[in-house]
């Protein structure tokens, strides 16, 4: 079963990694780049602190843990544990795949990408409970994790998996968070 479900994987990264061109190639490079979307994140701490004016720093330091979280345990519980090789890295696949840019470290099960934004867009979304904002955030996080199969250095089931992973995590932050801002203001009420 193990055995199919990689070649399903391995068949659809080929399928996914083909379908480039001159054009995305530029596109999706800078959508996987570190610093592309600082505007963006620029602009959400503004919408932050617009709306939660005495708790952005909360929030902005919650958002961090989720970052930190996601980043982390996709590493360590998963690229460390699985140890299965990017598909830039895998010999079997050598003159097949269209990479754009570098391929990166050695393992590529799960997607940090993939975690981290949609670690992020699942918060936000909560926190904003705005459909469009949802949407918006939820359509950046697969964009940016869909890059990382085109540009060549993830399997579709490593974007996926980081994709779950990054939106437990987040939603998890979410809703610890809002407990310990409950349980906060109570305690300031009461005094």
């Known amino acids: 079963m193990i055995e199919y479900l990689v070649k399903l994987d391995t068949d659809l990264f080929l399928f996914l990694n083909g379908l480039h061109s001159p ?31 005495w708790s952005t720093l909360w929030w902005l330091l919650a958002v961090a843990i989720v970052v930190l979280l996601a980043d982390q345990l996709s590493v360590h519980l998963f690229k460390n544990v699985f ?9 079997d696949l050598s003159g097949l795949i269209h990479l ?67 939106s437990v995590i987040g939603y998890t932050v979410w809703y610890t968070s809002q407990q310990i801002m409950k349980k906060e203001l109570k305690r300031v009420k009461a005094n």
């Not at 990166?104 to 909560?126: D, E, I, P, R």
Request: a positive charge; one cysteine or more.
């Open 23 to 53: 054009f995305w190639d530029g596109i999706m490079l800078f959508a996987s780049g570190k610093l592309t979307w600082l505007p963006l994140y620029l602009l959400l701490v503004y919408f932050i602190a617009r709306r939660y004016r």
């Open 83 to 91: 140890q299965r090789l990017r598909p830039c890295h895998n010999p």
């Open 100 to 166: 754009v840019g570098r391929c990166g470290g050695k393992f590529g099960f799960v997607s940090s990408h993939a975690a981290n934004t949609f670690g992020v867009a699942v918060f936000l979304s909560m926190l904003f409970r705005n459909r469009w904002a949802s949407f918006g955030l939820l359509l950046w996080a697969a964009f940016v994790s869909y890059s990382r199969i085109y540009l060549g250095v993830h399997y579709p089931a490593d974007v996926f998996v980081g994709a779950i992973l990054g």
